[in-house]
């Protein structure tokens, strides 16, 4: 497609599951972004992806997120034993150009963790 | 630490007014500026962005400046419409990795 595709669109867990995310850049972007927007809360940056250099993880929140890009295009959120303060909806972004591009994003993925 | 602020929290106004919404950052140093909406349930549309060389885009009935220099972005919409319900995001890139630093967004209702 022409957008990022994330998918699922809503995920529901039980608490201490793992869950797996994932966003589908559009073709060509070299640059990934992982967002979380929390209830009443802004969006937090989560990771960065840029071709084969090491991600920027400084945003994940503890050990239990983790993020991998494979052959430079789709990107995985995995997020292990899942607490209920993981509820969020995660937002995932794309550019072509890294430092003065334009960032594109997909609908999201809403988690919710009972 | 790049802080991005954005007033009003909300704002609703008749159809048809024209309106200016604030965002304001405490780090001059910024790579490019970024508005966006977003609607209910939806991820983020781009709207308009501003290098951080220019002083404004225009995009239909919507126009950003910035100036760097005391810390500022305004979107002006104009002739406001019932379809331009929604929230406002706008963002800031301070490093040279594409990251954006988000305010807390304004949400605007404009009514028939």
């Known amino acids: 497609g022409a957008g990022v595709s994330q998918s699922p669109s809503n995920k529901v867990t039980e608490k201490g599951k793992d869950v797996e995310l994932r966003c589908d850049p559009i073709?060509?972007?070299?640059?990934l972004y992982w967002y979380r927007q929390s209830l009443g809360q802004g969006l937090e940056f989560l990771i960065y992806?840029?071709?084969?250099?090491?991600?920027?993880k400084s945003g994940l929140p503890s050990d239990r997120f983790s993020a991998e890009r494979t052959g430079g295009s789709v990107s995985t959120l995995t997020i292990q034993r899942t607490q209920q303060e993981d509820s969020a909806v995660y937002l995932c972004?794309?550019?072509?150009?890294?430092?003065?591009?334009?960032?594109?994003f997909g609908e999201g993925s809403r988690l919710t963790v009972l | 630490k790049q802080e991005v602020t954005q007033i009003p929290a909300a704002l609703s106004v008749p159809e048809g007014e024209n309106l200016v919404l604030n965002c304001s950052f405490t780090?001059?140093?910024?790579?490019?500026l970024q508005w966006f909406r977003q609607d209910p349930g939806k991820g983020l549309t781009s709207l308009l962005l501003?290098?951080?060389?220019?002083r404004e885009q225009t995009s239909g009935r919507l126009n950003a400046s910035l100036d760097k220099s005391s810390g500022r972005s305004t979107l002006y919409i104009a002739a406001s419409q019932p379809g331009d319900s929604a929230t406002y995001l706008c963002?800031?890139?301070?490093?040279?990795?594409?990251?954006?630093?988000f305010g807390q967004g304004t949400t605007l209702q404009v009514k028939p």
């Open positions: 972004a794309s550019s072509q150009n890294r430092a003065t591009g334009e960032l594109f």
């Open positions: 073709s060509g972007h070299t640059a």
């Open positions: 992806f840029q071709g084969n250099s090491a991600p920027d």
């Open positions: 780090d001059s140093a910024i790579y490019n």
């Open positions: 501003i290098q951080s060389s220019q």
């Open positions: 963002a800031v890139c301070s490093g040279n990795t594409g990251k954006l630093i």
